[in-house]
C-alpha cells in the first residue's frame, strides 16, 4: 500500500505555519520533517555534541599514467575519493577532478595505516590520488617525476575545500608515506607540501623556529630515544627504542619527504630534528 498525500501527518506550527500551508494548497509538511521509506525524521532539535568522521586528508601518487590509475581505483581492491589528472580538462575556467567515491564512504586508500594514535585511516580520511610516476629513470640517473602546476592547483583547490568542510587540522593532512612509513612513499620528495602550506593546505614549521633549534642542538643532538618520542608525539607511529631502527630509519625517511626534501636518507641530523621540534611547537 502507498502513501497518499491525504495520509500524511499534518503538522501545522501557528499562524505563519497554516498560511504557508494554505498557500501551498495542503502540502502542510514542515521542512524539518523529513520523510524516509516508511516513516518522518524529525530534525527540528539538533545536538551541539558531536563531531565529523572525517579527521585526515591523505593524499598519494598513483605511480602509474592516468588511464591506468583510473582503471586500478574503479577495479575490485582499492579506490580514493578523489583522483586528479597530471593536466586536469576545465570547465568554465576551473579544474575538473575525478570523485569516484561519495565522501560519506569509505574508500580503500590508506590500508594498514596510523597517525596520532588512531590505526586503519580509511574510516577517518579523505583520499586524493594525484597522477605521477613517482621514481623515474632519466639519462642523469633516478629522479623523482615532478607535479605540474596546474595539477597543484587542481589537488589545492579541492584539498582547501575538504579541509575547511570538515575542519581538518594542518598536522592531520598527511601523505600516505606519513601514515605507512617502510611501505609507502607517495606522494614523495617532489610533491610541494610548503607551497601547499602557503596556500593554507597542511602543516609547515616556522623557519625562526627551525633557525632557534639549530643553535639549541648544535652543541648537543637530543638523543635518539627523545627523537623518537618527538616523532609519535607529531603523529607518526614509532616506538621509543632508543636505537636506530628500521621502523625509526623509515619514519625518519618519511619525515625528510615531507618536511625536508632535499634530502631524505633516514638519518635524524640537525636540521630533522630541528624542524621536528619546530613543529611540535606550533601544532602538538
Ligand atoms: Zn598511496
Known amino acids: ?162 579541509v575547511t568542510r570538515y575542519a581538518i587540522a594542518p598536522e592531520n593532512v598527511v601523505g600516505h608515506a606519513d601514515i605507512a612509513p617502510g611501505r609507502k612513499v607517495d606522494p614523495g620528495p617532489a610533491f610541494p607540501w610548503e607551497a601547499l602550506y602557503r596556500q593554507g593546505i597542511g602543516a609547515w614549521p616556522d623557519a625562526t623556529r627551525v633557525a632557534a633549534y639549530r643553535n639549541q642542538f648544535a652543541g648537543a643532538m637530543p638523543s635518539l630515544a627523545a627523537i623518537q618520542s618527538a616523532l609519535a608525539r607529531y603523529g607518526y607511529d614509532v616506538p621509543v627504542t632508543g636505537v636506530l631502527d628500521q621502523r625509526t630509519h623509515a619514519v625518519v625517511v618519511s619525515f625528510q619527504m615531507h618536511f625536508r626534501p632535499a634530502r631524505y636518507d633516514g638519518v635524524p641530523d640537525l636540521d630533522t630534528v630541528a624542524r621536528l621540534w619546530a613543529l611540535n611547537d606550533k601544532y602538538r
Open 1 to 162: 500500500m502507498s502513501y497518499s498525500s491525504s495520509a500524511r501527518p499534518v503538522h501545522i506550527a501557528g499562524w505563519p505555519g497554516l498560511l504557508l500551508c494554505l498557500l501551498a494548497l495542503g502540502a502542510c509538511t514542515p521542512a524539518t520533517l523529513k520523510e524516509r521509506p516508511g516513516y518522518w525524521a524529525d530534525q527540528s532539535v539538533a545536538a551541539k555534541a558531536f563531531n565529523h568522521r572525517v579527521r585526515f586528508l591523505v593524499l598519494h601518487y598513483t605511480g602509474g599514467d592516468g588511464p591506468r590509475a583510473l582503471n586500478v581505483l574503479t577495479g575490485p581492491s582499492v579506490s580514493s575519493h578523489y583522483l586528479v589528472a597530471t593536466a586536469p580538462p576545465a570547465h568554465s575556467g576551473e579544474p575538473i577532478v575525478r570523485q569516484l567515491v561519495p565522501e560519506y564512504e569509505r574508500a580503500w586508500h590508506a590500508g594498514t595505516s596510523s597517525w596520532g594514535g588512531r590505526h586503519h585511516l580509511n574510516d577517518s580520511s579523505i583520499g586524493i590520488e594525484i597522477v605521477n610516476a613517482g621514481p623515474i629513470e632519466t639519462a642523469n640517473g633516478n629522479a623523482w617525476q615532478g607535479f605540474r602546476q596546474d595539477q597543484i592547483a587542481a589537488v589545492s583547490s579541492l584539498s582547501k575545500d575538504i
